[in-house]
């Protein structure tokens, strides 16, 4: 079955960085997109990144050239870098897969940044 496992989520004061991780398996990880959500407390669940199969990315406009994301298919591993952090990133961040009409999910990573 999928699963997607999460981690590298934590605390940090604003402008700083960290870089969270997602496993993959279960389905064809080197052939499929991959994306990455948050969620904030009491706000919807929002498209933060996604990357092709071919590596390319694209961005939701308010962490545009501050994230990045990122493949290793040979660790089957999807990865979020994260630079100039604010508090309004606050949020649990999922990574997510779709098979039509099926959304797969991770257990989520809390990312906190507070001074």
């Known amino acids: 079955q999928v699963q997607l496992v999460e981690s590298g989520g934590g605390l940090v004061q604003p402008g700083g960085s960290l870089r969270l991780s997602c496993v993959a398996s279960g389905f064809s990880f080197k052939l499929s997109a991959m994306n990455w959500y948050r969620q904030a407390p009491g706000k919807q669940r929002e498209l933060v990144a996604s990357i092709t199969s071919g590596g390319n990315g694209d961005y939701a406009d308010s962490v545009k050239g501050r994230f990045t994301i990122s493949r290793d298919n040979a660790k089957n591993t999807v990865y979020l870098q994260m630079n100039s952090l604010k508090p309004e990133d606050t949020a649990v961040y999922y990574c997510?897969?779709?098979?039509?009409?099926?959304?797969?999910w991770g257990q989520g990573t809390q990312v906190t940044v507070s001074p």
């Open positions: 997510n897969y779709r098979n039509i009409p099926t959304f797969y």
